[in-house]
């Protein structure tokens, strides 16, 4: 055993590897490779095979890879202890060829959807001092490489390994694996990595949703918390915000609206009937429902209908002081904070001021004293063509927006500008 330490080896290369009892009589061939991903995700439990002449309908037998061992032709012999048993019928184990090869992951790092071609595998020993070997998962192909592995079984394994090797390894770290499940009301195969989901940048995840196969979409969209869900849906095309929320009930979709921008969400349920807008209202909290409910009544492609009402205005008197206070209780999106609008007691912009311009004054200053930045504002019935002149025109990142009175009611962000543009191409 000890001379195929660290040989590597793959799901479609030992697929098929007669297995022989200690004898050295054929019993076998390999079927799949059972994982018990609640012990040990990371190594193979046991090899799957079919007992030689065993009725067409009889239950695949199951070996632990610690009962087998490997001989110089390159079979899988049983020590004279082992005792097969029948491969349960159930979820207990992951099976590597049933449950992978061909499905979506999640490639995290790469930030796409991958399919699998073939599944890495090493024999690695147990330890210094014994002569037995564990099979290590050691990562999934999604290359040409697994691909060719597939497409050219049944030829020598010299041959395969030859071809296969003359295209690059395109592969992914067992441990970066996220297998989407397809029915989300089964055991977990294999957890998604919630961390490794939320680093990402919304447009990223939203573009894995897209990619996706829709059972594969549902399962992995519910699976997030509410609040990267609320990020990835603001990022989806309509169409595909309505795909995503179909099957929820009313109160799982108002936890995720609670998590959006409040523009997003108007915009998201304009979309729907009255009667499901309602019904997801009256599951919110009543200081969200106002402010989407309020936003409803606007015309969808006007100013008023494309702002936001989570922006900071302080009043005309206030110091940097307050300024930073208030950024340390600002609840919504603070990467979209680029001015301060000054208000004086009708709530009438009297100044606009960047925020850059916080780092360079003493916390005791006047913000009104502070270097002003070019004030340009719209009216709420302003069209999304005059919206998006005035950002080309002016060079802006966020453009307030003011009712009759001239009161600041909302603001509409460059985000929101790009995203009315892309939808009419």
């Not at 799901?11 to 059972?34: C, N, R, W, Y």
């Not at 110089?72 to 992951?94: I, N, V």
Request: with cysteine; proline share 6%; net charge negative.
């Amino acid at each position: 055993m000890t001379k195929h330490a660290n040989q590597r080896t793959s799901v479609a290369a030992l697929m098929g590897t007669p297995i022989v009892d200690a004898q050295g009589s054929p019993i076998g061939h390999v079927k799949e490779f059972a994982v018990t991903p609640l012990v040990d995700a990371f190594h193979v439990h046991g090899i799957v095979f079919k007992r030689v002449a065993a009725p067409r309908h009889a239950p695949r037998a199951l070996v632990p890879i610690a009962d087998l061992q490997l001989t110089d032709t390159g079979a899988m012999q049983l020590r004279e202890t082992a005792r097969p048993t029948d491969l349960p019928d159930d979820e207990t184990f992951l099976l590597l060829e049933r449950d992978l090869l061909d499905q979506q992951i999640i490639d995290v790092n790469g930030h796409k959807v991958v399919r699998v071609n073939d599944v890495d595998l090493v024999w690695e020993p147990i330890s210094d001092s014994s002569p037995d070997l564990l099979l290590r998962i050691a990562e999934v192909e999604v290359g040409l490489r697994g691909a060719a592995r597939r497409l050219l079984k049944g030829l020598p394994e010299n041959t395969v390994h030859a071809i296969a090797e003359r295209f690059s390894a395109s592969v992914i770290p067992w441990n970066f694996v996220d297998l989407i499940d397809r029915d989300p009301a089964r055991r977990v195969r294999l957890k998604i990595e919630q961390e490794g989901l939320a680093n990402m940048h919304p447009s990223d995840l939203a573009d894995i949703l897209e990619e996706l196969a829709p059972a594969e979409r549902h399962a992995l969209f519910i699976s997030l918390d509410e609040e990267v869900a609320a990020e990835a849906l603001e990022e989806v095309t309509p169409k595909m915000q309505q795909t995503l929320i179909e099957s929820l009930d009313s109160e799982q979709i108002a936890g995720i609206v609670e998590e959006m921008d409040p523009g997003a969400a108007a915009d998201l349920l304009s979309e729907m009937s009255d009667e499901r807008s309602e019904a997801i209202l009256d599951e919110m909290d009543p200081e969200e429902r106002q402010e989407v409910e309020e936003l409803l009544e606007f015309e969808g492609d006007s100013a008023a209908g494309r702002m936001t009402t989570e922006y900071l205005a302080l009043p005309h008197d206030a110091t940097v002081a307050h300024a930073i206070a208030a950024l340390h209780d600002y609840e919504g999106d603070i990467d979209t904070l680029t001015e301060i609008y000054l208000l004086d007691p009708e709530e009438r912009i009297t100044a606009l001021i960047p925020i850059v311009q916080l780092l360079l004054a003493t916390p005791e200053a006047a913000l009104d004293a502070l270097p002003h930045g070019h004030l340009v504002t719209c009216n709420g019935d302003a069209n999304g063509r005059k919206v998006a002149e005035l950002f080309d025109k002016y060079n802006l990142r966020a453009l307030p927006v003011l009712d009759n009175d001239k009161k600041l009611i909302g603001v509409v962000h460059a985000e929101q500008v790009i995203a009315l543009l892309r939808a009419k191409k």
